[in-house]
């Protein structure tokens, strides 16, 4: 392969990657192509991008964006997984589908920057998504306002409620008068 296409080849990666931060290596040896084309578009339907990697080059692009601790990760065949929701989506969603296939095996991947190894991504993979860190923090922050509302509407609901029964004739309670008419 000639230098001229080899960085084309480099261009190609650094555009698809784009600013992406976290991403996934995975092995897909063993794997028959009708599975791998399943997944590849099980993968697309959720945003994930996935690119077959020449390793020689693939780490030279990685040290240039900064995670080229990602480098030992490049050995035999190897496929580089990114994108989505974030980065709890992609482990989850890749994970999901290594599970359900059997073959492809997680490598190891980089999370913001950082690398980490097969056994962290099974951990990243049991955090909230975003959007449910999103709804944890909302719904802490406005709890003690829907709190003040229900206490300021404890009183007129009661108060509601004990006319409601006196409207509809029910029993006075003990120690209240009965109403005229009854």
């Known amino acids: 392969m000639s230098k001229y ?6 261009d190609q990666l650094r555009s698809d990657l784009g600013d992406a931060r976290s991403m996934l290596v995975v092995d897909f040896k063993g794997l028959d192509a009708v599975s791998e084309h399943q997944f590849r578009m099980d993968l697309r339907k959720k945003s994930i991008k996935v690119r077959t990697l020449k390793n020689t080059l693939a780490r030279r692009v990685l040290a240039d964006l900064g995670v ?33 296939l059997k073959k492809p095996a997680i490598k190891g991947g980089a999370v913001d920057g950082v690398v980490i190894g097969p056994e962290q991504v099974e951990d990243i993979t049991k955090l909230p998504s ?20 229900s206490l300021a509407n404890a009183p007129v609901s009661a108060l509601a409620s004990q006319i409601q029964s006196i409207a509809e004739g029910a029993p006075a309670a003990e120690g209240e008068a009965a109403p005229e008419g009854a």
């Open 68 to 100: 080229d601790g990602l480098s030992k990760y490049l050995e035999g065949p190897s496929v580089l997984v990114w994108g989505g929701d974030g980065p709890a989506e992609l482990a989850k969603e890749l994970s999901a589908q290594v599970k359900k």
């Open 130 to 149: 975003r959007e449910e860190l999103i709804g944890r923090i909302v719904s802490l922050a406005l709890a003690p306002a829907a709190r003040i509302v």
């Open 5 to 10: 296409v080899k960085e084309m080849m480099m």
